[in-house]
């Protein structure tokens, strides 16, 4: 069983950085693919990037890709989302998940309750 809790989201203009991170919590955390999402009103929730536990790889979704870096720390149990060169766009509630490893948001057992990233124009 793992929980999660985001935290870093906030209020941005275009062009600037936040950083978010993800608390896990159980002992088997090092074990689990972690992976954000985000969903912004009125759409579905959307892949934004996954780390793989095994060997570290990671995916991105072509929005994230050259902007976003996805990391973790075992040690600490914290999975972070570095976001640069933001854009309105991005404007969503972001999601910590685990447990899968995929762009599939209906894999992945593990959420945490989201946290709020503004980009203003």
């Known amino acids: 069983q793992v929980q999660l809790v985001e935290s870093g989201g906030g209020l941005v203009q275009a062009g600037g950085s936040l950083r978010l991170s993800c608390a896990a919590s159980?002992?088997?955390?090092?074990?689990?693919?972690m992976a954000w999402f985000r969903q912004a009103p009125g759409k579905e929730r959307e892949f934004v990037a996954t780390f793989n536990w095994i060997g570290g790889s990671t995916i991105y979704s072509d929005s994230a890709k050259g902007r976003f870096t996805i990391s973790r720390d075992n040690a600490e149990n914290t999975v972070t989302l570095q976001m640069d060169s933001l854009r309105p766009e991005d404007t969503a509630i972001y999601y910590c998940?685990?447990?899968?490893?995929?762009?599939?948001?209906?894999?992945?057992?593990?959420w945490g309750q989201g946290t709020q990233v503004t980009v203003s124009s």
């Open positions: 998940a685990a447990g899968a490893w995929g762009r599939d948001p209906t894999e992945y057992a593990y």
């Open positions: 159980g002992r088997t955390f090092s074990t689990y693919n």
